[in-house]
């Protein structure tokens, strides 16, 4: 049996980007992951401790959200690394971190970092 946790458009109004601007104004950000972890004794057991707790995701993600960087692909690789030091079970997983209105020229709704391990 194959088991994943998916947190979906989580959104957040964060402080990243490469034109000072951006780091001072800010922007909307949605972050959407996706958890590979053998959660089948919660199935039967009815225990958190048998699974991620995703409440727990969600506030790593929220705490590296709010560090202010220059680049998307920076932010998911802290999201990852922190995720993974403090769920070793989590066997891979699928990331997606998205701009909303992100400053380029053109008509762009949004663009996005995916990151797949």
Same mark, same amino acid.
């Given at each position: 049996?194959?088991? #994943?946790?998916? %947190?979906? @458009?989580? $959104?957040?109004?964060?402080?990243?980007?490469?034109?000072? *601007?951006? /780091?001072?104004?800010?922007?909307?950000?949605?972050?959407?992951?996706?958890?590979?972890?053998?959660?089948? $004794?919660?199935?039967?057991?009815?225990?958190?401790?048998?699974?991620?707790?995703? #409440?727990?995701?969600?506030?790593?993600?929220?705490?590296?959200?709010?560090?202010? @960087?220059?680049?998307?692909?920076?932010?998911?690789? $802290? %999201?990852?690394?922190?995720?993974? *030091? /403090?769920?070793?079970?989590?066997?891979?997983?699928?990331?997606? %971190?998205?701009?909303?209105?992100?400053? %380029?020229?053109?008509?762009? $709704?949004?663009?996005? &970092? &995916? &990151?797949?391990?």
């Amino acid at each position: 049996m194959k088991t #994943a946790i998916h %947190i979906g @458009s989580i $959104r957040f109004y964060a402080y990243h980007g490469v034109l000072p *601007q951006e /780091r001072t104004t800010g922007n909307y950000f949605g972050v959407e992951i996706t958890l590979y972890t053998d959660f089948s $004794r919660a199935l039967a057991s009815d225990e958190l401790s048998d699974t991620v707790n995703y #409440a727990e995701v969600c506030q790593i993600v929220s705490d590296e959200m709010a560090i202010p @960087s220059r680049l998307l692909e920076h932010v998911a690789g $802290r %999201i990852v690394t922190a995720i993974g *030091q /403090r769920f070793p079970q989590i066997t891979g997983g699928k990331l997606i %971190i998205t701009k909303e209105k992100p400053p %380029i020229p053109g008509d762009v $709704r949004d663009v996005s &970092v &995916v &990151v797949e391990w």
